[in-house]
């Protein structure tokens, strides 16, 4: 089965600062796709990135970036110079290949991580 | 492109009355699921359709019908609804499953059930 941990419940900083969000996962897959969904206030689900197993590469887009580590089953999210604008939810999401273990064509989420970005 | 549409954006539902939750989506996309969404749990995979007609159960299906007689719309029904049932719905759409490169999700639909 899989499963995604985000350990922090909840991160407050001041505006500016960096900041790392955790994501852990488990699964038994080899091929597998990670993702990351920002919650603002106003509750929509925006997305952020995917990555595939196969890609371990970092990503960045503009203050965001992603660091992939299969070795620690790790796939962690920073916010560089944070803005206010950046306070929601973030959620890290798995899905494995479809057809793989029988098991739901489905994400199973992580609980989320309240960053919350004060100015 | 509306994108993925959901209906009603709130409801109060009695114990023991039941409805359906629209789901709509206008990019011809093959997969469409329910999630809900409560406190401190993230999002959980209610139902998922890879298809027009083919409809599957997620992690936490019990209380929940749903069908899909036609690609655009993928109804949640709830039987008898429950406080335990009490939730934020989401409904998300993708090319071709849960891998795809995006899920589009709808606004969601916010239940509460006394």
């Known amino acids: 089965a899989q499963k995604v941990t985000q350990a922090q419940t909840e991160i407050s900083v001041v505006e500016k600062e960096d900041v790392t969000l955790d994501c852990v996962y488990e699964t038994r897959d080899t091929t597998y796709y990670l993702f990351w969904y920002k919650q603002p206030p106003s509750g929509e689900l925006v997305f952020l990135i995917r990555r595939n197993s196969f890609d371990e590469q970092n990503e960045i887009s503009g203050r965001y970036s992603w660091n992939f580590q299969k070795s620690t089953s790790s796939f962690n999210f920073t916010i560089t110079a944070s803005q206010v604008v950046d306070s929601a939810v973030y959620f890290c999401a798995l899905s494995e290949a479809p057809g793989s273990g029988g098991g739901a064509d489905g994400l199973t989420f992580g609980k989320g991580t309240h960053l919350i970005i004060q100015p | 492109n509306a994108g993925v549409t959901q209906t009603p954006k709130f409801q109060v539902l009695k114990t023991g009355q039941s409805m359906t939750l629209q789901c709509a989506q206008d990019m011809n996309h093959e997969y469409m699921s329910w999630y809900r969404q409560d406190p401190g749990m993230g999002l959980r995979l209610i139902h998922y359709?890879?298809?027009?007609?083919?409809?599957d159960q997620g992690e936490v299906p019990n209380g929940y019908n749903v069908s899909r007689s036609t690609t655009e719309d993928f109804p949640l029904r709830l039987l008898s609804a429950a406080p335990s049932q009490t939730s934020v719905y989401f409904c998300?759409?993708?090319?071709?499953?849960?891998?795809?490169?995006?899920?589009?999700f709808g606004p969601g639909t916010r239940l509460t059930v006394t």
């Open positions: 998300a759409s993708s090319y071709s499953g849960a891998h795809s490169y995006e899920q589009y």
């Open positions: 359709s890879v298809g027009a007609g083919i409809t």
